[in-house]
């Protein structure tokens, strides 16, 4: 089925900025709580929330193969289990209704007051039922970084990171929607030049800049997803913030990785885009040397160009920029993630979560954590109130954005806001 919603020189009778990371190009899939307190799937244009249950039993999506309560539900879950043919298809729908030169909807007053909500007029949800969550570790430039830090320039990666896309299993039941706030965590931590480990809140938390892919269903147990197929099961991106509390972690990390220090809060933007609707903006991924095994060896284009910012605002001040950096610098990229991950026979089922890992640049304004940026501290950043960062501190918030951009359109992510509260 072509990709009609991609139509660039397509406009919408919805007004829309010229900024706005969600043209009519976008049409992304959401969560929302509405005015009169119904939850339900959604989309946006602009600034105005579409709800899609309203638009299906009013029947705007007559002649696609959808169930009644498809859309009547809290969780994206069983939309995405259907195929891609169903989410172009619907796509392409909502792309029809709200061109300019369409007047079906726009001309009725009522079924518009039914669909249509102002943003300030709904609340975001969290927009999947994550059932598996898998996070992996696969920027050069961040494992090189870390890497270097605790073990030496020589000895910077470990022996497999090249031969693989590193990953482990993390925890689904702290992933939350922007704009809900999260509390420092305690655990161990071992102090420097100390023989034992005392416990109490982590005085490191970290941002993680990242992106995630949200699956469906793909694959049985048993069954592996070869890697030019591994696209189609992938539905669509969100932004992504794995905190981190670096005390904590360094200390429990060996030998099974990752634990406490990760598992306390991960942050996602509430729209999940499409990979339909990011077609027109991959490139070519960085060359991989030594060259992967056949299974993890791919043709054309699997990266994109998708500019990443975090900012840190520090209670009662504006914000400061402090890291600018981009999807394409990914090593391992989502196909093969995919496919490495699923090559063991294990199933990947619809809602499943996997998180790129740290995506961190070639150059120290776009590293992706503040583990690098202050380099263990040694760097502190400086915020525009003329406070300094090593870390997060309590009540500051942390803003992850992203977006796409060429000559025709920009197609962006919009926000995931969370605030760091004080340890209770």
């Not at 829309?16 to 959604?42: A, E, M, W, Y």
Request: glycine share 8%.
């Amino acid at each position: 089925m072509p990709n009609f919603a991609n139509n660039p020189d397509r406009a919408s009778w919805l007004h829309v900025d010229p900024h706005s990371d969600f043209p009519i190009q976008n049409i992304p899939f959401g969560v929302f709580l509405t005015r009169d307190h119904i939850t339900t799937i959604g989309s946006r244009i602009g600034d105005t929330a579409i709800d899609l249950a309203a638009l299906h039993q009013l029947g705007y999506f007559k002649g696609i193969p959808l169930t009644d309560g498809i859309f009547l539900q809290d969780t994206l879950n069983d939309f995405i289990a259907d195929s891609r043919k169903t989410w172009r298809a619907v796509r392409n729908r909502i792309a029809e209704l709200f061109d300019v030169n369409n007047n079906l909807l726009k001309s009725n007053e009522k079924d518009k007051k039914a669909v249509l909500f102002n943003m300030d007029e709904i609340e975001m949800q969290l927009p999947i039922q994550i059932g598996d969550y898998t996070d992996f570790y696969a920027s050069k430039e961040h494992a090189t970084n870390v890497g270097t830090m605790f073990r030496g320039k020589d000895n910077a990666l470990m022996p497999n990171w090249l031969h693989l896309p590193v990953g482990y299993h993390g925890r689904s039941s702290s992933i939350i929607p922007s704009n809900i706030p999260i509390r420092r965590p305690k655990g161990q931590m071992l102090a420097a030049g100390t023989e034992g480990p005392v416990f109490g809140p982590s005085k490191a938390v970290d941002f993680e800049l990242e992106m995630a892919f949200i699956t469906t269903d793909a694959n049985v147990l048993g069954d592996s997803i070869p890697i030019d197929e591994a696209e189609s099961y992938i539905f669509g991106l969100v932004l992504f913030n794995d905190w981190s509390a670096r005390d904590i972690q360094r200390w429990e990390y060996v030998p099974l990785g990752p634990f406490l220090g990760k598992n306390f809060a991960s942050s996602m933007s509430p729209w999940i885009v499409t990979l339909d609707a990011l077609e027109p903006f991959r490139v070519a991924s960085p060359k991989q040397i030594p060259e992967p095994l056949p299974y993890l060896q791919f043709k054309g284009n699997k990266s994109f160009d998708i500019n990443l910012e975090v900012a840190i605002q520090a209670e009662n001040s504006e914000e400061t920029v402090v890291t600018r950096s981009n999807f394409k610098y990914m090593y391992w990229n989502m196909a093969q993630q995919l496919t490495h991950h699923s090559v063991n026979g294990c199933p990947i089922n619809a809602g499943d979560m996997l998180g790129s890992g740290t995506i961190s640049g070639p150059t120290p304004e776009s590293y992706g954590s503040m583990l690098e940026l202050a380099w263990k501290g040694e760097k502190p950043i400086k915020l525009n109130n003329g406070s300094e960062r090593v870390y997060i501190c309590d009540n500051d918030c942390v803003i992850l954005r992203g977006y796409c951009e060429n000559k025709a359109v920009r197609i962006g992510f919009g926000e995931v806001v969370t605030k760091l509260l004080p340890a209770h």
